[in-house]
């Protein structure tokens, strides 16, 4: 199958001062500039693509009238829900790389930045060593995230071709296209098979959603890392049991709610609250170990990011739970049930 010319940046004609590995836009983006009349600019990284911003702005002062200012967002972005909203205030473009938008607005430029990988050798690799075989089960889910959304199309007729019923869903409003994934959605792979292949880098999505369909068999197949895997999530599980644990003692409670733009779960920090006479209400952007450390609280039910919780809850100095586990800690409900907390709100 031919590589798709797509993230190639020389492809668009523009003139650049530095080599470009993805399609950074700038087109659309000096389009922006031109019809708003622009004279200040943000521009938004996440973590993993901050150190491009300064070659990004570098390129588009290049061909940007001298009047305009590009500002970059120093503060810390994990997702389309993450918005430096404090400098989206202050320029008369923001844009934001790196996610699909999660609500459009007329107001924010989103580059999702598609990755130009070759996805198809792992695949192969994934139905060789761990996908059923279609004359076994020929049923299948197919999922991925922003950076891959642009071969999705040709990966499902690649599925079909070797003889598998491909099944795709876009899952709720917080997901914009067909098959695609968040670290805190996976609506997407609410269909009919009981194994779902997962294309793109690393296991911060996969264990996620075997952790939400734990009667799916997640194939995880990575073409960043090379690597042909299957999604476990016991041990994951037993942390989080541990977490509880923990909290079951706790008596006084510090509910936060996140101020995030795409993050913030008002209806939920505040019934905690209502209904628990020790449980105080916490307001943050940044959840992090060292911010509440000097609160004098027993445990801690995070109201926002979910994978904050999950995946950095060991680094809190007390038990860091989410709302589900909290019913559990308290007696509300059994903890065999306790289930991945996912964010199906947009902001």
Known sequence: MSGSTEGDLTKTGMALKHDREW???????????EERDATKVGLQFPEGLKRRGPKVADDLREVAPDDVTFMLSGQPCYGACDLDTYLMRRTDVFVHFGHTPMKESDSIVYVPLFSNVDPFPIMEDALEEELTPPEEDADVGLVTTAQHMNRFEEMTDWLEERGYEVHTRRGDDRLTKEGQVLGCNYASADIDAE??????????????????????????????????????????????????????????WGVIFCTKIGQGRWEKAQEIVDNNENAYLITMDEV??????????????????????TDDGPRFHKPMLTPGEYKAAIGEKPLDSIEFDTFHDTW
């Not at 399609?23 to 500039?33: K, Q, W």
């Not at 197949?221 to 037993?238: G, I």
């Not at 992090?288 to 990011?305: E, I, Q």
């Open 23 to 33: 399609d950074y836009e700038l087109d659309r983006i000096l389009e922006a500039i």
């Open 288 to 309: 992090t170990p060292d911010r509440l450390r000097n609160f004098d609280m027993d445990a801690f039910v995070n109201t926002g990011c979910p994978r904050i919780t």
């Open 195 to 252: 194994q779902v292949l997962y294309v793109g880098g690393g296991k911060f999505h996969p264990v996620g959603l075997a952790m939400e369909h734990p009667d799916k068999r997640v194939v995880i197949a990575d073409p960043v890392n090379n690597a042909v895997s299957v999604a476990e999530h016991d041990q994951f599980l037993k942390q989080r049991y541990a977490s509880v644990h923990k909290a079951m003692d706790a008596e006084k």
